[in-house]
């Protein structure tokens, strides 16, 4: 209980003891004098305010620039008959370079017929998140004149988290726009491992085309075709110049590469089979007339749940 005295009254074990003055000047007496400087400490408002101002403008600058490229990707398609998106927007673009430079070079293509060629990817695409298809196609000009668009806009596909997959499935989606109407046909394959390839001409010389495809997926990849690469001829060792060399494929699958040949007037056929694995790889020959290919495969891991 307090007393008159104004001292602190503390109790233990039922005995009281009553502590003066001279103890709490001994408790005090390590404590060091507190200054206040209001010049430092209008100093430090004056920094805050300053950073302050600083990240604001900041942000400012940051959703100017990624309105401002908003407004380059967004403009009117008279196929589609309004604006639209042509490129890939739901990113920060603060952040994210949509103009970054491709180490590839643009793909150039005189072929009348009606499938475009790719020669990408060059891995596997894992397929978590949503993908995004870029689509700009131009008609060369020619003797001077402007290129004209023939196609520009983009293409998602689903990722798996929106999506249950049972099967190997191939899809296609279409893109309509500018001066004509754009398919891409994909395939989205279930517990995928990648396949490598390599293709070496053993003996002779080979012309014609050589694909890819899986038991369950009959869509044939182009590999190989001698109409844009030429002649292969053995010196040696010759690996044959590939478009793309990697094919995802199910574990349940097997890996069917075909190759059709023109000897003389005589077309000759000839599939070899491979079974996936998650490492290592296998190897196979093949004759067509007078030549001889070698067929190399090696195995490896898309995506690993450990």
């Not at 990722?159 to 191939?170: H, K």
């Not at 010759?238 to 060399?245: E, I, N, S």
């Amino acid at each position: 209980m307090p007393s008159a005295g104004g001292c602190g009254v503390s109790t233990a074990n039922g005995h009281g003891s009553v502590k003066g003055p001279d103890h709490y000047e001994e408790e005090c007496s390590d404590l060091e004098p507190f200054f206040f400087d209001e010049a430092e400490v209008v100093a430090d408002h004056e920094r805050r305010v300053r950073r302050e101002q600083e990240e604001a403008q900041l942000r400012v600058l940051a959703a100017k620039a990624h309105k401002d490229v908003e407004d380059a990707i967004w403009d009117y398609d008279p196929k589609q008959g309004g604006l639209h998106y042509n490129r890939l927007h739901h990113h920060d673009f603060t952040v994210f370079d949509l103009n970054e430079e491709s180490p590839l070079e643009p793909m150039r293509y005189t072929d009348k017929d009606e499938s475009l060629i790719l020669t990408g990817p060059k891995r596997g695409l894992l397929l978590l998140d949503d993908a995004y298809i870029e689509v700009d196609l131009k008609i060369k000009g020619h003797e001077g004149q402007e290129d004209k668009e023939l196609s520009k806009g983009i293409l998602s596909i689903r990722g798996i988290a929106s999506r249950v997959l049972d099967n190997c499935e191939v899809e296609s989606e279409s893109l309509a726009s500018r001066l004509s109407t754009v398919e891409v046909v994909y395939a989205v394959v279930k517990d995928a491992v990648e396949a490598t390839i390599e293709i070496e001409v053993l003996q002779g010389e080979f012309y014609g085309m050589i694909t890819a495809c899986t038991t369950s997926i009959s869509n044939c990849i182009m590999l190989h075709d001698s109409k844009l690469d030429g002649v292969m001829t053995c010196n040696g060792k010759k690996v044959v110049q590939l478009l793309r060399r990697v094919v995802a494929v199910c574990r349940e699958d097997k890996l069917e590469v075909t190759a059709l040949a023109q000897t003389g007037d005589v077309e000759c056929k000839h599939t070899i089979a491979f079974t996936p694995d998650n490492s290592g790889g296998g190897k196979g020959e093949m004759t067509i007339g007078a030549t001889e290919i070698l067929v190399k495969v090696v195995w490896s891991v898309i995506y690993s749940r450990s």
